[in-house]
């Protein structure tokens, strides 16, 4: 009988989620059913080629399910978001990951009717992993709503307590797509985990780290550093030789639930053009006593053991 974890991952690679779907594939404890990509750090399309080049890097059998290449409505709204999607590579998540360049195909069925289908036909044991912005997620919901029932939990990277990275406020992941978010954080799924900013700019990889990483001398240790190392450089925390992996410490978290501490509390979105559009707010001190605790909030990190787990996992690889 197989008791390992089954997840889906809902991503946009980037860097962290090469890293993350590392992590997912490899753990012996993991049960990685299908990845999906969505337009996020990349351009959907490029999300998928990187999706496929992690996988084909480390010699295992994932189907990739294309999705969403646009958000549901900002784009929509000049004043808003750029109507076209971000193109020239930036310096923390790249282009195209520097990996060899894919052989595997990705699945000619969508990434939303695929989510649908999968969900629908499971045991309602799976826990759905959203790594980017919740574009499919959220279409999926819409489509189907009795797969809010059949999710046994969602586990996502984004948001933050505090400051944001893409504005004052908000968090890239949410800030790409936040009627997204605000959908999925409010449909009412039994257990849902955020893993914020506020957290992941506090478990951050050193250089030295890397080069330890680089030295267990897999292909998955080996590709993982070198990501990191070209998030240091690209000077995401300024002042520091050391970068976050925001997409890691979530799926290092599903891993080992000593990763992280959380607190439940009600969570929403706010959608409102201007300088707080994107931004999570989490109400910690109960302020509207009708509305729903919601989402389990990571307010605590244990940096030591989300490190121990990378150099446990990325061990793993050929």
Known sequence: MNSAKKLILDVDPGRDD???IMLATLHPELD???ITTVNGNRPVWECTENALRVIDLIGVKIPIFEGSGLPLLVHLYPHRRPPIPRIEPNKIEGGLLEIPRAVSKKQSQG???WLIETIMESDGDIVLVPLGPMTNIAL???IEPRIIEKIQEIVFMGGSTGSGNVTSDAEFNIWMDPEAAKIVLNSGIKKITMVGLNVTHKALISSDECDALYNIGTKASMASANFIKKRIA??????QNAAPVHDALAVANIIDDAVIET???NVDVETLPGITDGRTVCD???TDSKKRNNVHVAIKVNRNI???TLIDVLSLSI
Not at 234 to 239: F, P, T, V
Request: glycine share 14%.
């Open 18 to 20: 090469a890293i993350a």
């Open 32 to 34: 990685l059913v299908g």
């Open 111 to 113: 990434a939303v009717s």
């Open 140 to 142: 999926a919901i819409r």
């Open 234 to 239: 690209g000077g995401e925390i300024q002042g």
């Open 263 to 265: 607190c439940l509390c």
């Open 284 to 286: 910690f001190n109960n």
């Open 306 to 308: 989300f490190y121990k």
